[in-house]
């Protein structure tokens, strides 16, 4: 089987894996880190199999909507590669980004496995967090969680550690603080950066926005 049809099976096995999934973390989600990842790769010494792979299969199986479980996901996605005859040391590498991409990875004090295809896919993948989409979904899984919008009495809790960031309810707003307005400067490929600056400073427009709105002010 060439790359391309590995690539258009494991498209369909997630369209059809998160066909129920939450808005945020859905096939769109997928399909647009994806986009980004190509776009970012081609300015990036990659392998760019290694990328489309790693981007399609990341979420697979999000440890959010699995009780924490972070397992999960690289167990899909190995099970999902090795049937489909894929080289063992690609799935390797698949299973590493998958299992080294999260956000809260960057709160443990150990060392990550790094690639240049990771940082690739990781870029993408925060690019989605971040800006219009990053807010809308930001407030999406918040009321899919039933957390409250925002409230000023609880401040941002900006020392987590990754256990505490995992079981965190906090208020929605404090998630841009929390995580989302760090993301810029966590980004690792020179496209990524460049696009995170526009994103970013459109999530600070928009919270200067409504607090304005807030505080009747606006």
Same mark, same amino acid.
């Given at each position: 089987m060439s790359s391309e049809e590995i690539i258009k099976k494991t498209i369909?096995?997630?369209?059809?894996?998160?066909?129920?999934?939450?808005?945020?973390? +859905?096939?769109?989600? %997928?399909?647009? !880190?994806? =986009?980004?990842?190509?776009? @970012?790769?081609? #300015?990036?010494n990659v392998d760019l199999f290694v990328v489309q792979l790693g981007a399609l299969l990341h979420d697979i199986a999000d440890s959010k909507f699995y009780n924490g479980d972070e397992s999960i996901g690289p167990k899909l996605a190995r099970e999902f590669l090795f049937k489909?005859?894929? +080289?063992?040391?690609? %799935?390797?590498? !698949?299973? =590493?980004?998958?299992?080294? @991409?999260?956000? #809260?990875k960057?709160?443990?004090?150990?060392?990550?496995?790094?690639?240049?295809?990771?940082?690739?896919?990781?870029?993408?993948?925060?690019?989605?967090?971040i800006g219009a989409i990053g807010i809308a979904r930001?407030?999406?899984?918040?009321?899919?969680?039933?957390?409250?919008?925002?409230?000023?009495?609880?401040?941002? =809790?900006l020392n987590m550690s990754k256990e505490i960031y995992k079981a965190s309810n906090s208020p929605t707003i404090n998630h841009f603080y929390e995580k989302l307005l760090l993301l810029k400067d966590k980004m690792n490929t020179k496209t990524g950066k460049q696009i995170a600056k526009n994103r970013h400073d459109y999530m600070l427009d928009f919270l200067n926005q409504f607090y304005g709105e807030w505080n009747g002010e606006l």
């Amino acid at each position: 089987m060439s790359s391309e049809e590995i690539i258009k099976k494991t498209i369909e096995f997630v369209k059809e894996t998160l066909a129920n999934a939450e808005g945020g973390h +859905d096939w769109f989600h %997928i399909q647009r !880190v994806f =986009n980004n990842a190509l776009l @970012i790769a081609k #300015n990036e010494n990659v392998d760019l199999f290694v990328v489309q792979l790693g981007a399609l299969l990341h979420d697979i199986a999000d440890s959010k909507f699995y009780n924490g479980d972070e397992s999960i996901g690289p167990k899909l996605a190995r099970e999902f590669l090795f049937k489909h005859n894929v +080289d063992s040391l690609v %799935i390797e590498h !698949v299973v =590493n980004i998958i299992e080294n @991409i999260s956000f #809260n990875k960057s709160l443990e004090n150990t060392k990550l496995f790094i690639s240049e295809e990771l940082k690739v896919v990781q870029d993408a993948d925060r690019l989605d967090a971040i800006g219009a989409i990053g807010i809308a979904r930001c407030f999406n899984f918040g009321g899919f969680k039933n957390r409250v919008l925002y409230d000023p009495d609880i401040a941002p =809790n900006l020392n987590m550690s990754k256990e505490i960031y995992k079981a965190s309810n906090s208020p929605t707003i404090n998630h841009f603080y929390e995580k989302l307005l760090l993301l810029k400067d966590k980004m690792n490929t020179k496209t990524g950066k460049q696009i995170a600056k526009n994103r970013h400073d459109y999530m600070l427009d928009f919270l200067n926005q409504f607090y304005g709105e807030w505080n009747g002010e606006l």
